[in-house]
Nanobody, 123 residues
Framework: QVQLVESGGALVQAGGSLRLSCAVS????????MGWFRQAPGKDREFVGA????????TYEDSVKGRFTISRDNAKNTVYLQMNNLTPGDTAVYYC????????????????WGQGTQVTVSS
């Protein structure tokens, strides 16, 4: 049974930082690229960033470039999203997804999803 479990979401003030984690089980972690997406109320799920299976390649949505960093620990089957300089516009439920070996920025390329973790940024 494949499980992706996000954690680390919280209420934080603008300018603050959070680190989200996504622990993966039930699949061969190194066979998958990993992505982070977010969904704000009333909006579609949007791409945040992704990392290749080896961790050597990353890609980010423009609004988070320079503020967010994705990393992974293949020994721990975990992917992270470090978020700095948060703004109220970052408020959303954040989801991690496991996809093919090629990193992708669309949700349809991901096979498995976690349940999400809430990030709320107050002004």
């Amino acid at each position: 049974q494949v499980q992706l479990v996000e954690s680390g979401g919280a209420l934080v003030q603008a300018g603050g930082s959070l680190r989200l984690s996504c622990a993966v089980s039930g699949l061969t972690f190194v066979s998958y690229s990993m992505g982070w997406f977010r969904q704000a109320p009333g909006k579609d799920r949007e791409f945040v960033g992704a990392i290749s299976w080896s961790g050597s390649m990353t890609t980010y949505e423009d609004s988070v470039k320079g503020r967010f960093t994705i990393s992974r620990d293949n020994a721990k089957n975990t992917v992270y999203l470090q978020m700095n300089n948060l703004t109220p516009g970052d408020t959303a439920v954040y989801y991690c997804g496991a996809g093919s070996k090629v990193i992708a920025d669309t949700a349809d390329k991901y096979d498995y999803w976690g349940q999400g973790t809430q990030v709320t940024v107050s002004s």
